[in-house]
């Protein structure tokens, strides 16, 4: 299931996210730092939904209350209850 997730707060614009039940295969970023982006899909490929939120929610970025991965958190999150509701 492809999810798109609009971001806020975070130099990337959007996040699109595909679930296999809830473990992500593919994380896609629009905007932001182009290393760090690159290097957070790959890194959260193959992992569950509970695992990306215990992993990246809370994290924050430059003195904001959130970051491109605290949005990833919250993306996959709302893709697996999109897909279960």
Not at 45 to 71: H, M, N, Y
């Given at each position: ?24 295969k ?12 690159q ?12 695992q ?34």
């Amino acid at each position: 299931m492809s999810y798109r997730y609009k971001t806020r707060g975070t130099c990337s614009t959007m996040i699109d996210v595909e679930l296999d039940g809830n473990v992500v295969k593919s994380v896609t970023f629009t905007g932001g730092c182009h290393g760090n982006l690159q290097a957070i899909p790959k890194l959260v490929e193959g992992l569950t939904v509970e695992q990306v939120e215990e992993k990246l929610t809370g994290i924050s970025c430059a003195g904001r209350p959130t970051s491109c991965g605290d949005q990833l958190a919250r993306a996959v999150r709302a893709a697996y209850e999109a897909e279960n509701h």
